[in-house]
C-alpha cells in the first residue's frame, strides 16, 4: 500500500513540473518574412521624408499587392518596418505583424503614417543590414523565403563595411533588394556631397554592385520621391510573388505610369 501512494505522489510530482515548464509552441507559418527597411539619412527633408512614407502605405493597401500576397500557399507575410540613418541611428518602428488582408494592411499602413521620425545622421547601409537581421533572427513567425527590402537614396558613407555586411546576410539565404530614390543631378551638384546621390555610373548600379543580393534579387529606380510609391508597389508585388519584377533595369517613374 505504502508503494502505491509513493508511486502516485511521484506521477503527481511530476506532472507539477511538467505543467511548470513553458510550452514551446509551433511558430506560425507565413509565405515570406518581409523586413521594410527605410533610410532616413540628412539628405532626406521634411517633404521628401514625408512622400516616403506615404509611399510605403500607399503601396502597402495597393490592391495588386494584397492580391500577390493572398495567392500564396498561406495567404499572408510576416512584415516588420525599420527606419535607419547612422552607424547608431537605428529603430524598429512597427513591429513583426500579420499582413493577409485589406483590414490587416490598412492598420500596417496607419500606424506607420502615424509614427513620428526617428532622426537625421549620415548614412549607414551596412547597419541596416545588420538593424534588418536582427529583426529576421526574432521574428515570431516561419517562411522559407527572408526578404530585406532597402530603400535609399545615397551611398553607404558610415559604420562598417556595406559588402561585407550584405555578404554575411546572403550567407545566412537571405534576399536584400533595393529600391533607390534618384536625385536631380542639378540638385546633387549643388550640395557639399554631391557623389553621395548621385555617384559614377548612377546610384542603382551603386546598389547592384555592393547592396543587394540573393537569388532573384533586383534594384529598381525611382525617379524621385513623388514617383516612390508605385516604384514600391512595383517591387512588392515582386518579392511577395517571388518574381522578377517588371523592367528590372529601368526606372520606375515612366515605366509604371505606362502600364496604368
Known sequence: MRAVIKSARLVVAVLATLLMLPVAWAAEPVDLLLVLSADISGSLDETKFRLQRNGYARALTDRRVLQAIQSGA?????????????????????????????????????????????????????????????????????????VIDISGDGTHNSGRDVIT??????????????????????????????YHTNPPGGLQKYYENNVIGGPGSFALAAENFESF???????????????????????????LDATK
Request: glycine share 8%; hydrophobic share 45%; proline share 5%.
Open 165 to 194: 555586411a550584405r555578404d554575411e546576410a546572403l550567407a545566412k539565404g537571405v534576399i536584400i533588394n533595393g529600391l533607390v530614390i534618384l536625385t536631380d543631378p542639378a540638385v546633387s551638384a549643388m550640395s557639399q556631397f554631391p
Open 229 to 255: 510609391g508605385r516604384a514600391l508597389t512595383q517591387k512588392l508585388i515582386a518579392e511577395i510573388a517571388g518574381l522578377p519584377p517588371v523592367n528590372k533595369a529601368a526606372s520606375l517613374g515612366r515605366s
Open 74 to 146: 498561406h495567404r499572408r507575410i510576416g512584415i516588420c518596418f525599420i527606419e535607419w540613418a547612422g552607424a547608431t541611428s537605428q529603430k524598429l518602428v512597427i513591429d513583426w505583424t500579420i499582413i493577409g488582408d485589406e483590414p490587416g494592411a490598412q492598420n500596417f499602413a496607419g500606424a506607420l503614417l502615424e509614427a513620428p521620425r526617428a532622426f537625421r545622421d549620415r548614412t549607414s547601409i551596412s547597419l541596416g543590414i545588420d538593424f534588418a537581421m536582427a529583426q529576421l533572427e526574432r521574428a515570431p513567425y516561419i517562411a522559407e523565403r527572408r
